[in-house]
């Protein structure tokens, strides 16, 4: 395979691709959104529990590329415990990393995981695939919150 | 068409690829394989050429100069539409009017035609396969008008149900626009007897022909459409210019569509009289360029043979719809027995894009998407599909490569 599609395809993307973690619906959710790109049609639902300002459980739904659903995944993954104010300033720095805005040499130690997207920069067409999942994360936690229906 | 009638003298496609520069491109390493010829296709030296010399020698405003180049000028704009008049055989060059493109074309007799003939109540009928310039145009003029778009619904291989065509034509039916042959599914439509119908009940009909006349022979007054829209991009000719053919004497009712320079022929404050057709419909400098460089390509097409042309297109869909079900995990969308050279597919659990990305990286251009058919793609229950399209300089062993590129996106996604 030719190395700049190794880096866009890297193991872990095509393993979350594969088996999606949190892909379920969280019926106790009091934030959620659907996101969608009219480019290539993909859907997706994001649902959180928030409490006292901390994400207690998110997860997703949807169909799109390797890509996408990857990123929705290792999203959900890395956001679990965090703060909301931590989740925007990552969704921030997860944006910089795909479109090139850290340089070519940027400190990925607060990515984590989300280093594995680095190589979506060489690929401007895809980078609406990568961030799909987390403007709708965006979407939903600056909605107004959900009330919960006991019924 | 069957492939038998293929005269091998006259056909051949090596010589034929060195008419088209771009060919020889390589890309990401590997020579260019062109298969999105639905999306645009690709230009002869011919067409490259005669923009640089249209530049070079010829440049000048039409229709009003009285120097040397203007008169040139205005013979070659109005030699192009000649030789469109005859391409499509409309009875006069007077039924040719130049527009951007197809989706221009299609507004135009919504904004005319749907204007001064749509009342309250009113139906326009299209098809489910249409693409969005087929449907959007008819809304904009239908919620302004309080009229219905009404949607031919089609089979699970991409037929229109006919049926049920005669079913939604009534007294309320104003106009019929269809696609001749679908951009998404390579469906054939059986267009004269949508025209015979709807003619029953005095219902003109607009044919969106951009897939169509590139590939097949196309006679207006043998179809008896009332309108035929087409862009000269999908037909070797440059961007930015298109056709719409209409009967003279629907030409002759419809109010101006653009107001503008060259499209009257006097005007004071008080009032202003049009041009007589096909002027009025092209109000401002026109694509002059363009204009003749789709000309050109017109003769391009005409030196090779639109008969010849459809055999051979005929045999590479053939040999390809064979080659991508031997694919284990790849089910082709529209299947249709009258088809033209694209195919649309879906692979098990790979979505289109990163087919669309892998492929690339073999040199294979295809289009991933939703292919501006976004109710289609919701009838079929899928979000987009793979689509791969001939031209008449693609080979036999273009569809190799892509089946084997199809192969290795599986293997890496297994």
């Known amino acids: 395979m030719d190395s700049e599609l190794r880096d866009l395809y890297q193991q872990v993307i095509l393993d979350h691709n594969k088996s999606p973690r949190n892909y379920k619906k969280l019926e106790n959710a009091n934030f959620e959104a659907e996101g969608y790109n009219p480019l290539c049609g993909d859907r997706i639902d994001i649902f959180l529990v928030v409490e006292n300002d901390i994400v207690k459980d998110i997860s997703f739904q949807g169909s799109g590329c390797a890509i996408s659903k990857a990123s929705a995944s290792l999203m959900t993954h890395m956001l679990k415990g965090k703060t909301k104010k931590e989740a925007e300033e990552l969704f921030v720095k997860f944006h910089d990393l795909i479109t090139g805005k850290l340089g070519d040499n940027p400190s990925l130690d607060e990515l984590g995981k989300l280093a594995v997207f680095a190589g979506v920069k060489e690929f401007p067409a895809r980078v609406k695939c990568a961030s799909l999942a987390w403007h709708t994360m965006h979407s939903a936690l600056n909605k107004e919150e959900k009330i919960i229906s006991t019924e | ?414």
């Open chain 2, 1 to 414: 068409m069957k492939s038998g009638i293929i005269n091998k003298t006259i056909y051949d496609v090596d010589k034929i690829r060195k008419d088209f520069p771009i060919l020889e491109s390589m890309i990401h390493g590997k020579p260019l394989c062109y298969l999105d010829n639905a999306a645009t296709t690709q230009k002869p030296k011919s067409v490259i050429d005669s923009d640089v010399n249209y530049y070079t020698h010829l440049n000048a405003n039409i229709h009003r100069g009285v120097h040397f180049l203007s008169e040139a000028a205005t013979k070659a704009y109005e030699d192009a539409r000649t030789k469109i008049q005859k391409f499509i055989n409309a009875s006069s060059e007077k039924e040719i009017i130049f527009t951007k493109g197809t989706t221009e074309s299609i507004n135009l007799v919504a904004q005319t035609l749907g204007r001064s003939i749509l009342k309250e109540g009113d139906e326009i009928i299209i098809s489910t396969m249409e693409h969005h310039s087929n449907i959007v145009p008819w809304q904009l003029i239908a919620s302004e008008k309080k009229a219905k778009i009404k949607v031919i619904p089609i089979t699970d291989n991409g037929d229109l149900i006919l049926d049920e065509y005669k079913k939604l034509l009534s007294q309320r039916t104003k106009i019929v626009s269809i696609v001749y042959v679908s951009n998404s599914l390579g469906t054939i439509n059986d267009v004269e007897t949508i025209i015979s119908l709807a003619h029953e009940q005095n219902v003109p009909v607009l044919l969106d022909a951009a897939q169509a006349v590139n590939h097949l022979p196309v006679d207006v007054q043998k179809l008896d459409c009332d309108f035929l829209a087409f862009s000269g991009h999908k037909l070797y000719g440059p961007t930015g210019i298109g056709v719409l053919y209409g009967k003279s004497h629907y030409l002759e009712l419809m109010p101006p569509y653009q107001g503008g320079g060259d499209m009257i022929s006097k005007v004071t404050f008080k009032e202003t009289t049009f041009n007589t057709i096909p002027y009025k419909f092209e109000a401002g400098t026109s694509n002059i360029a363009g204009t003749i460089g789709l000309g050109v390509a017109m003769d391009y097409v005409n030196a090779i043979g639109i008969d010849n042309i459809a055999a051979y297109e005929h045999e590479l869909l053939e040999y390809a719809t064979e080659e991508l079900l031997k694919i284990s995990g790849l089910r082709i969308i529209g299947q249709s027995d009258h088809k033209c050279s694209l195919i649309s597919f879906i692979l098990n659990n790979i979505h289109p894009h990163d087919v669309g990305t892998f492929l690339d990286f073999e040199g294979i251009a295809i289009r991933t998407g939703h292919h501006c058919t976004q109710p289609l793609m919701d009838r079929f229950g899928v979000p987009a599909t793979s689509r791969a399209s001939f031209s008449l300089y693609n080979t036999k062993q273009e569809v190799d490569i892509l089946a084997a590129g199809i192969k290795k996106v599986i293997e890496v996604f297994k």
